[in-house]
């Protein structure tokens, strides 16, 4: 069977990776792909293109789709596939939404019981500002839309909130993103992602994670795609388990059904572990990124014969299992990310990685048959091991031979999640 997968970055390649692991699939087109995707055969079609990508796969012979990020997703990528006959892994455009506007899904929470933190929504930065007159500090202020998971802000008092709300509703950093704002109280804890499989009834949780926003050491600097992950996260007890599955996860699901928007595909759960159980701060319509690098290494189970039952409605049937052990992944990064930073540097990668470590390729393209960076997330290593403190010290040993001019990383990667676990 040939397949597509929507898509560029790292987490689209992990996807692959484990795509190709099923001998039923004979070819992989990624669309567009990158540079250093050797499992597929990258198609310079944008994931935005959507009569683009429907065309492709009616003239390729292509059995089934993935549709990895949120954009396509959103813009209802899956919706046109499937109207072309073309099965897909991945939640419809109505679905969709739980991640599209925060709006909607604060308050989809709201209104059926589920617990996030308390908040506001506004469309007129002079109300929001009226309302920050009686905030506490620090808070949180959110784009609506999709914003390359940087629509989020962290304000330590007034004056880091008013430039907030310039920057999102006035400047319009975030473009159309920022005509709403949600204002939210600032929840403390550990944070915990969880992505899980559902089928509209079925919630099947993968392996529990924990990433690393901050760009610098210390959990310092700006806010970033995600610098590195590790799972399991060790604040994800069975207990907390337990609660996240009666009081988010099942309620979420039926939520989305209740408002005739049935969720088939990835739904991540971005949660805070509060001294009042957890909490969800986010919802994501599709795998995360860096979290799915971390993740699926761990999966024994055939990826593509769960995606097929996603979508069949059929995963009750399966049993899935994972990898015991734990796993670490590293983000190598260009100097100056998120931000400013050059690229177009020759990329050196490890024929044979050290500890049979994966590299998942994020950010690079082929310039005259070169590998050379190509973005500000260059390229994740993720080592599995029988033990965490193993795992993070054989990912960052593999990720010394990747080599690129201005890299960049941070160096405490899993350290809070050895410092719980006493190791």
């Not at 190709?20 to 079609?45: D, F, H, Q, R, S």
């Not at 610098?227 to 996240?244: K, L």
């Not at 509060?274 to 690098?293: A, H, L, S, W």
């Amino acid at each position: 069977m040939n397949i597509i997968v929507i898509g560029s970055g790292g987490r689209e390649h992990a996807i692959i990776k484990k795509l190709a692991e099923n001998p039923e699939i004979t070819k992989i087109y990624a669309l567009p792909g990158n540079g250093g995707m050797k499992e597929a055969e990258c198609v310079p079609v944008s994931a935005k293109d959507l009569d683009g990508i429907v065309e492709f796969a009616k003239t390729h012979d292509i059995g089934f789709a993935v549709v990895a990020p949120d954009d396509p997703l959103v813009l209802g990528c899956v919706d046109r596939l499937e109207e072309a006959d073309i099965p897909c892994f991945g939640p419809r455009a109505n679905a969709a939404i739980i991640e599209g506007s925060k709006v909607f899904s604060k308050n989809l929470m709201k209104k059926y019981g589920i617990p996030t933190a308390a908040y506001e929504v506004f469309d007129d930065p002079a109300a929001a500002r009226a309302y920050l007159d009686t905030a506490s500090f620090p808070i949180v202020i959110k784009a609506d839309g999709l914003a390359l998971g940087k629509g989020v802000l962290i304000c330590a008092d007034r004056s880091e909130a008013d430039a907030a709300l310039s920057e999102i509703m006035e400047t319009k950093i975030f473009g159309e993103s920022g005509n709403h704002v949600v204002i939210e109280e600032f929840l403390t804890g550990p944070e915990v992602s969880v992505l899980a499989f559902t089928d509209g009834e079925t919630v099947v949780p993968m392996i529990s994670s924990m990433d690393h926003k901050r760009a610098g050491d210390g959990d310092t600097g700006l806010n970033t795609g995600g610098m590195g992950t590790v799972a399991p996260n060790p604040y994800y007890t069975e207990e907390v388990a337990e609660r996240c599955m009666n009081e988010i996860f099942l309620p979420t699901i039926r939520a989305m059904n209740a408002e005739g928007r049935t969720f088939k595909g990835c739904l991540y759960f971005g949660l805070m572990i509060t001294k009042d159980g957890p909490k969800v701060i986010e919802y994501n319509c599709r795998f995360g990124d860096p979290e799915t690098q971390v993740v699926l290494p761990l999966l024994e189970t055939d990826l593509f014969t769960i995606m097929k039952a996603t979508r069949a409605g059929t995963l009750s049937s399966l049993d899935i299992r994972w990898k015991k052990g734990a796993a670490c992944c590293v983000i190598l990064a260009s100097a100056g990310y998120p931000k400013k930073y050059e690229s177009g540097f020759p990329l050196i990668l490890p024929e044979q990685p050290k500890h049979g470590a994966q590299i998942f390729v994020a950010g690079a393209k082929l310039k005259d048959g070169v590998l050379v960076t190509g973005g500000g997330r260059v390229v994740g290593v993720t080592a599995v091991a029988p033990t965490l403190a193993e795992a993070v010290k054989n990912a960052y040993e593999a990720a010394e031979d990747v080599k690129f001019e201005n890299r960049t990383m941070r160096h405490d990667i899993g350290a809070r999640a050895l410092a719980c676990k006493g190791e």
